[in-house]
């Protein structure tokens, strides 16, 4: 197995070989993910971190956080407004064929 690509891309832009262990188990503190932000964005962001008295890694997780838990239960209230609406349909078709 070759070195993670994010390590191979840190020793470029440093110019530094980093050790790396291919037996090694994947870190248990998660995977790393690197992003790419405008200056605007970026400013906003450390702004908004900031005022929160946060570090900008643990705002960032914690904006992930709630963005993919208000798209899971968004999913789900659509999934059971569908349901709700098929429910009534299915109704309306039982009432017309019992007349």
Do not use: C, F, I, N
Request: charged share 30%; net charge negative.
């Amino acid at each position: 197995m070759s070195k993670p690509r994010g390590l191979s891309w840190l020793e470029e832009q440093t110019g530094q070989e980093l050790p790396y262990d291919e037996s090694s188990e994947p870190s248990p503190r998660g995977r790393h993910l690197s992003v790419r932000l405008d200056g605007d964005l970026a400013a906003a962001v450390e702004a908004l971190a900031a005022t929160r008295g946060l570090l900008l890694s643990e705002y960032v997780r914690r904006l992930l956080v709630a963005a993919v838990e208000h798209e899971r239960s968004s999913r789900v209230a659509d999934a059971d407004a569908l349901l709700q609406r098929m429910e009534g349909d299915l109704a309306e078709l039982r009432r017309r064929l019992a007349s």
